[in-house]
């Protein structure tokens, strides 16, 4: 996937103000627009024009693709890292359906970044006198451990506005967040009232957090269960052997059976995400060959070769 720079798109600098982002969208949407010009490549310069628009007319979304392309150019390869939308407060819940117009063409880049969160201000804002508050959204990461545990931690969410001078600009916030024992990447902390502010003396409405897990230097996660890789000597593999284990709760002892061979996977059952089901923790099983770096190495090696010469690893 290459990276699309919606600012050249636009004709207009990084540091353009929202008046300038939608005065330069209306003069391109006119020059380009497939019904009046004649122009060759006037539809995919206009389908161009309007998705650059679609994103940096919005503060939320030109907050996040500031931050995530920043030292980016046009055409290079490029793939989103891992949560980088974690800690934005976007308006929607997250989880509701899109309210993009209906003929919008996404490009794969767009939907990359934000098919997510490619919706209009949604919530549960009307118009009238008096109106409840939008529903607001963020992905925050959280440590796996603390879905064992269970925690409370402060979680700082940015916010994007528009100042005076019409630039976007973020704002920030703390809360302190009760994260329940056992809850899932994916899942979703509702904090009632701490979304947009409701009008006419209206409640609040509320803030969604959807939960990611940061990368672990040990596990990996699928749903409720937990992968770890786990290093053996050829000798504890072949003869089998009793190893401690690390888990997010501490280390355990498991049995390595006799034969066991690289890639095979040793369940501890009920060691995973913790639930009314638990998940299941398993050691994925990786050989590592001693180094021949000294003559008395080299000779074990030789006399393993010895009372195996019969063996033909590559039949």
Do not use: C
């Not at 720079?5 to 627009?33: C, N, P």
């Not at 049995?255 to 299941?280: E, M, N, Y």
């Amino acid at each position: 996937m290459k990276f699309k720079d919606y600012y050249e798109a636009l004709g207009v600098e990084r540091s353009a103000t929202q008046d300038e982002i939608k005065q330069a969208y209306r003069k391109l949407a006119r020059k380009y627009h497939p019904d009046v010009s004649k122009l060759a490549d006037a539809e995919a310069r206009f389908k161009d024009i309007n998705e650059a628009n679609e994103v940096l007319r919005d503060p939320e979304k030109r907050a996040a693709y500031d931050q995530m392309g920043s030292g980016m150019h046009a055409g290079q390869d490029f793939q989103p890292p891992p949560g980088w939308d974690a800690g934005f407060e976007f308006r929607g819940r997250g989880d509701e359906a899109g309210g993009m117009p209906p003929d919008f063409d996404a490009s794969e880049f767009f939907e990359a970044l934000f098919g997510r969160h490619a919706r209009q201000a949604g919530g549960r804002a009307r118009a009238g006198r008096q109106a409840s508050g939008e529903d607001h959204h963020a992905k925050v990461l959280i440590d796996l451990e603390d879905a064992y545990r269970g925690a409370r931690r402060s979680i700082g969410l940015r916010v994007p506005t528009v100042d005076a001078q019409g630039h976007v600009v973020l704002e920030e916030r703390q809360l302190d967040v009760n994260i329940p024992k056992g809850i899932r990447a994916g899942q979703h902390l509702r904090l009632a009232g701490q979304g947009g502010p409701g009008l006419g003396g209206a409640p609040a409405g509320d803030l969604f957090l959807e939960i990611e897990f940061n990368p672990h230097p040990r596990f990996r996660v699928d749903g409720r269960d937990v992968y770890l890789d786990l290093p053996l000597a050829p000798w504890e593999a072949a003869l089998g052997a009793t190893v401690d284990v690390p888990t997010p709760e501490g280390q355990v002892q498991l049995t390595v059976p006799p034969g066991s061979a690289a890639g095979r996977k040793l369940r501890l059952k009920g060691k995973g995400i913790p639930g009314q089901t638990p998940g299941d923790l398993y050691a994925v099983l990786a050989i590592v060959q001693p180094p021949a770096d000294t003559s008395r190495a080299r000779e074990a090696y030789a006399a393993m070769a010895k009372a195996f010469e019969g063996f033909h690893p590559r039949t």
